[in-house]
T-cell receptor, first 116, second 110 residues
Framework: GAVVSQHPSRVICKSGTSVKIECRSLDFQATTMFWYRQFPKQSLMLMATSNEGSKATYEQGVEKDKFLINHASLTLSTLTVTSAHPEDSSFYIC????????????FGPGTRLTVL | TQLLEQSPQFLSIQEGENLTVYCNSS?????LQWYRQEPGEGPVLLVT?????EVKKLKRLTFQFGDARKDSSLHITAAQPGDTGLYLCAANTGGFKTIFGAGTRLFVKA
């Protein structure tokens, strides 16, 4: 299957700082990338959908100024958590979709964010 | 609101037992995926089903898509401890958005 990488895999930061997470599709071009948040023992919660070269579409309740998404190329999307606070601590996972019409999403390994 | 209902939410069984996980909805889907996720990792795609009534096998895992494309099941034969994980179904009606079930947490005891 297609490979998606995420970096960093784990980050610990102080409250008030910003953290950038990168998501790359390694062997395919991703027309669409998704960002999810997952709380312990729960399913995935979609935060936003981004298409290359256009603004991300945020889900209801997700602050776009808090979670900045950039999808500058067909292989790279970034999520920046700005002015992070302890309540932003979570497991963030990206996924990428190669083709329209086929809904297979390939997930990155996730990033564990801990805000002190 | 489209919903994917997964059942059971949690399953703890002995090694060697069989089990079935269900994913149901009142909506018709163009495709449905099953993923497995292990703690601290991202979900891994197991299978995509597209045609109503379709059955796909992946070693000891059998996936079925309902005739009306509204539901799906995952059957595991002779479960092993390595099958432990969170199983997620996901579906799409043809647009960009995917909806996920709440997941079935499976624990297989040796």
């Amino acid at each position: 299957g297609a490979v998606v990488s995420q970096h960093p895999s784990r980050v610990i930061c102080k409250s008030g700082t910003s953290v950038k997470i990168e998501c790359r599709s390694l062997d395919f071009q991703a027309t669409t990338m998704f960002w999810y948040r997952q709380f312990p023992k729960q399913s995935l919660m979609l935060m936003a959908t981004s298409n290359e070269g256009s603004k991300a579409t945020y889900e209801q309740g997700v602050e776009k100024d808090k979670f900045l998404i950039n999808h500058a190329s067909l292989t790279l999307s970034t999520l920046t958590v700005t002015s992070a606070h302890p309540e932003d601590s979570s497991f963030y996972i990206c996924s990428a979709r190669e083709r329209r019409g086929v809904n297979e999403q390939f997930f990155g390994p996730g990033t564990r964010l801990t805000v002190l | 609101t489209q919903l994917l209902e997964q059942s059971p939410q949690f399953l703890s069984i002995q090694e060697g037992e069989n089990l079935t996980v269900y994913c149901n909805s009142s909506s018709v889907f163009s495709s449905l995926q099953w993923y497995r996720q292990e703690p601290g990792e991202g979900p891994v795609l197991l299978v995509t089903v597209v045609t109503g009534g379709e059955v796909k096998k992946l070693k000891r895992l059998t996936f079925q898509f309902g005739d009306a494309r509204k539901d799906s099941s995952l059957h595991i034969t002779a479960a092993q401890p390595g099958d432990t994980g969170l199983y997620l179904c996901a579906a799409n009606t043809g647009g960009f958005k995917t909806i996920f079930g709440a997941g079935t947490r499976l624990f297989v005891k040796a």
